[in-house]
């Protein structure tokens, strides 16, 4: 069992309104991630930080933003959450080293806007 | 450039019967492959991973897959399904060196009595 975890799980909000998906991990993983994932479609990633301080905009848009203040946390923002933020966020991690990049995933936050 | 395509978007087997959920990749370099699960309401699981030993790779919960080059695949699969194989399946693939995963569409798996 991966030591990554998410908060809220589920999340059901109000338009316009300020929210901040949670994450953190406990294994020292540098590297840390998020991806979306709308229903029965592939995960895209949003966000991604190589390590405190460092954060960078993934493949999709996305109105959200990130802090990497500690290594072992990776929170999300939504300023001004609207219905098409309607979707799971999974967070990931990944240590440094090695060639590839294996990731542990936290189990997500489901979020709908109404 | 780098991709990843799942050729089913649902496979559906009886318990007992073998699985064989299908991937091909398009990548520049050496890539990495991965096979991830996704329950219901839960995070992704890796299943298995290639990097460039074996071709064979063997996996969790009886899952293998085996990396072929020349057909640029890296086709899943278990010889006896199981209720509880029901689930997601997502392959991944990430070039060697490249930071990002790229992952398929998934593949739903639905496992009868």
């Known amino acids: 069992e991966a030591d990554i975890y998410q908060t809220p799980r589920y999340l059901v909000i109000g338009t316009g309104k300020k929210i901040t998906l949670e994450c953190s991990q406990t294994?020292?993983?540098?590297?840390m991630y998020w991806y979306q994932q709308d229903p029965g479609m592939e995960l895209h990633l949003i966000h991604y930080?190589?390590?405190?301080?460092?954060?960078e905009k993934g493949d999709l848009s996305s109105e959200s933003t990130v802090s990497r203040i500690r290594t072992e946390h990776f929170p999300l923002t939504l300023e001004s959450a609207r219905p098409s933020h309607t979707s799971q966020y999974l967070c990931?991690?990944?240590?440094?080293?090695?060639?590839?990049?294996?990731?542990?995933f936290g189990p997500g936050t489901r979020l709908t806007v109404l | 450039a780098q991709s990843v395509t799942q050729l089913d978007s649902h496979v559906s087997v009886s318990e007992g019967t073998p699985v064989l959920l299908r991937c091909n990749y398009s990548?520049?370099?050496?890539?990495?492959l991965f096979w991830y699960v996704q329950h219901p309401n839960k995070g992704l699981q890796l299943l298995l991973k290639?990097?460039?030993?074996?071709?064979l790779v063997k996996g969790i919960n009886g899952f293998e897959a085996e990396f072929k080059k020349s057909e640029t695949s890296f086709h899943l699969t278990k010889p006896s399904a199981h209720m509880s194989d029901a689930a997601e399946y997502f392959c991944?693939?990430?070039?060697?060196?490249?930071?990002?995963?790229?992952f398929g569409a998934g593949t739903r798996l639905a496992v009868h009595p």
């Open positions: 990931a991690s990944s240590e440094s080293r090695g060639n590839y990049n294996e990731q542990f």
């Open positions: 294994m020292g993983h540098d590297k």
């Open positions: 930080s190589y390590g405190v301080n460092s954060t």
């Open positions: 990548s520049s370099y050496s890539p990495s």
């Open positions: 290639y990097t460039s030993a074996a071709t």
């Open positions: 991944v693939v990430t070039p060697f060196g490249y930071n990002k995963l790229i």
